[in-house]
């Protein structure tokens, strides 16, 4: 502000008359410091500068009369701006850049969405004596409240087996992901053995069920899609991206190896050491385990002959490979002892019918046993 | 000239000349409205625009403004009165509450009374006595009366037409510290807001810091603080008094568990306590914490040379933000 006005002193008067002033022209002034004493009808009053500044020049001498409004003092510099006030001062925008404002009208979504465990201050105090985390507690009360009596149940089963131990990680998405696929999925599993009595010693096993898969695939593309069950739509996948359970300490993960169907087998026995080697680490990348479109267990190399692997949306087929093992099978009119690998195909038969998963074991089995 | 960067009070300006160019009955009147453009210029220009039939200088006489806007607006015109400060809103309080709050239900619903009563409240500009009260609560306890506070320019615009458009009486609260505080982009749409919800301005997870007015700037400005501390602020500015959204206010604690309410207004009988209150009632079994207050103090407003100690700070919602944090039953 370049000029200082007599304010409004308050009283409703509409003039005061100077006393004396308390500041010099050239004088350095700083906000709130006393400018000029005035007489008013009612009382003498001191006036504060509004602003820091220099004085430029101070309107009347002692004695004269001033009314509300008028100049008092002119601050060197600045501008002669209306202040946007007739008492006091306001502040001003300083902001140049100007944005949007966004606000969300009511309540956030988060707010409208959450579920947090309700119960009163006396529970909520008794459950932190006690040790419990109300969090984990399934509220017995009317509107799901938790009760002391929840409490005290809990405090008694930590007591005697030690707290429940959250999932985390890898578990708790493994937990959640077979739970989906639970709900979701139609799974029909279908059970076959393939004779590989002819293969040499030293052969990899991994390696010929990779093989046979992309074969299966190739011959019956029906099973290598991805299916969405709300919108009911197939999304067929002319690329073979596998996912390989593999199994850790940690828990269930499943590396993608890409484009099993046009890898030599070299490339492909690099490409899943390499990925297991990384999840081993802990360092595997989580975009190296989106994307399959079909999936192999290999329980095998642990144990277990047949199992109903469990799909994972939006993919529609597993297959488990079981502990190959010896056992008479009939060649011809005889009876010959051979080796033989288990395989268990599951599909979703929302998204494909028992023929087409019919033929693709059959295609899996031919390719393991040439 | 759609878009603007404009000040809270460039919104009040937007929204009246909105309201008089769209409807003929909109009115404005009030001291020095016109040829002046009111204390603040919040209606500068628009005695130049409109004329003096819509835009009307009265005599120094809050009574009387309130009892000629009453009577214009129970014969269909739509007043806009303006009350200089709000510490001059007490000649205004019989007219207020004995009639315009009641023409509705005094008879049988055959008259409204849709005037609008805007008034620059709060303090923090150096004014002198009675020009920086907070009385908002003795308005927003009386059924009938709607009391709304704007604390942006947009939610200025959106509410001011909203409470025009409206055939209910409303008590306009403009925070005159932020008047010219801050620019934003408001787009001139003639859009309302609605007027009984509270808006959420931040969505976080530990803690609801509810404000309005002008105290909504400190709120923010400790939200920032907290959440370079870690802790995630939802931020709520009320924004209607009465009739108040708990809705949102009891969805919002329910999902934190604890809450700070920050009003400029003294703390005994304020609307923090009111607000509070019904959490109690309403969310006491979501609660982590007994829900705080960080209001001004209970004593008269103090004259401008002491009226930041009477202000709340943003230091003092941090204190308090941090001990609900802290509290353990």
């Known amino acids: 502000m370049k000029y200082f006005k007599l304010p409004d002193l308050g009283e409703g008067l509409p003039e005061a008359e100077i006393v004396e002033w308390h500041v010099q022209e050239g004088d350095r002034v700083d906000v709130d410091q006393i400018l000029v004493s005035v007489e008013t009808a009612k009382a003498i009053v001191e006036v504060p500068s509004p602003q820091a500044g220099v004085i430029a020049h101070l309107f009347g001498a002692a004695g004269d009369t001033i009314h509300t409004g008028e100049p008092l003092v002119e601050f060197a510099g600045g501008e002669d701006a209306d202040s946007g006030t007739v008492v006091g001062q306001l502040s001003q925008a300083q902001n140049t850049e100007s944005q949007r404002e966004s606000f969300i009208i009511g309540a956030a979504p988060s707010s409208r969405q959450a579920v947090h465990s309700t119960t009163t201050p006396a529970v909520r105090s008794l459950a932190q004596r006690l040790g419990v985390s109300l969090e984990t507690l399934r509220g017995s009360g009317p509107g799901g409240r938790v009760t002391a009596r929840d409490v005290e149940h809990a405090a008694d089963l930590n007591q005697s087996f030690g707290a429940p131990e959250p999932l985390k990680g890898v578990r708790k998405q493994m937990a959640r992901a077979m739970a989906q696929s639970h709900a979701e999925v139609v799974p029909v599993t279908l059970c076959e053995d393939a004779d590989i009595n002819h293969w040499p010693e030293g052969t990899d096993i991994t390696m010929r069920l990779i093989q046979a898969v992309a074969a299966a695939c190739q011959a019956v593309p029906d099973l290598n899609v991805w299916f969405d069950g709300q919108q009911l739509a197939r999304r067929p996948h002319h690329r073979i991206d596998l996912g390989v359970a593999v199994d850790t300490e940690q828990g269930l993960f499943v590396p993608v190896l890409r484009d099993i169907g046009n890898r030599s087998l070299d490339d492909l026995r690099d490409g899943l050491n390499r990925l297991r080697a990384d999840v081993k680490a802990r360092s595997i990348p989580p975009a190296e385990m989106q994307g399959a479109t079909i999936t192999l267990s290999n329980f095998g190399t642990l144990a277990g002959r047949y199992a109903s692997p469990v799909i994972v949306p939006p993919q529609v087929t597993i297959v488990g490979a079981g502990v190959i093992r010896r056992q008479p099978v009939a060649v011809g009119n005889e009876v010959c002892v051979h080796r033989v690998l288990p395989l268990s195909l599951t599909f979703d038969h929302r998204a494909a019918t028992g023929g087409e998963a019919a033929r693709f074991l059959q295609a899996l089995t031919q390719s393991l046993s040439e | ?329």
Request: proline share 6%.
């Open chain 2, 1 to 329: 000239m759609n878009d603007n960067a404009i000040t809270l009070l460039d919104a009040v300006n937007l929204a009246l000349a909105r309201a008089l160019e769209e409807d003929p009955n909109v009115v404005l009147l009030g001291e020095d409205i016109g040829t002046n453009g009111g204390v603040f210029r919040a209606t500068d220009g628009l005695k130049a625009r409109f004329g003096e039939r819509r835009v009307i200088d009265t005599p120094l006489a809050e009574t009387m403004i309130a009892g000629l806007s009453v009577g214009l607006a129970t014969q269909g015109m739509r007043p806009v009165a303006e009350i200089q400060f709000m510490g001059f809103i007490f000649p205004t309080m019989e007219h207020l509450v004995a009639h315009a709050a009641r023409m509705r239900h005094r008879t049988r619903g055959r008259l409204a009374c849709p005037m609008v009563l805007r008034a620059p409240f709060g303090g923090g500009i150096h004014a002198p006595e009675h020009h920086s009260e907070s009385t908002e609560t003795l308005l927003a306890h009386i059924p009938g009366l709607r009391v709304v506070i704007p604390s942006s320019p947009a939610r200025a615009y959106g509410l001011l037409l909203a409470a025009i458009r409206c055939d209910d009486p409303v008590v306009f609260l403009e925070p005159k510290r932020i008047y010219r505080a801050s620019k934003t982009l408001v787009e001139d749409n003639g859009e309302a807001l609605p007027l009984d919800t509270c808006f959420t301005l931040r969505e976080g997870n530990d803690i609801t810091l509810i404000s309005w007015g002008a105290m909504v700037q400190e709120t923010l400005m400790a939200a920032d603080q907290l959440t370079e501390e870690g802790i995630s602020c939802e931020v709520i500015d009320v924004a209607t008094l009465n009739p108040i959204d708990h809705a949102t206010l009891i969805a919002s604690v329910s999902k934190t568990g604890r809450c700070v309410i920050i009003h400029e207004a003294p703390h005994h009988g304020g609307m923090g306590a009111e607000i509070a209150a019904t959490l109690s009632e309403q969310a006491l079994t979501y609660l982590q914490a007994p829900p705080r207050r960080v209001t001004g103090d209970d004593t008269v407003m103090p004259y401008y040379r002491y009226e930041q100690l009477y202000l709340p700070d943003v230091e003092e919602i941090l204190i308090a933000v941090r001990e609900t944090m802290e509290y353990s039953g």
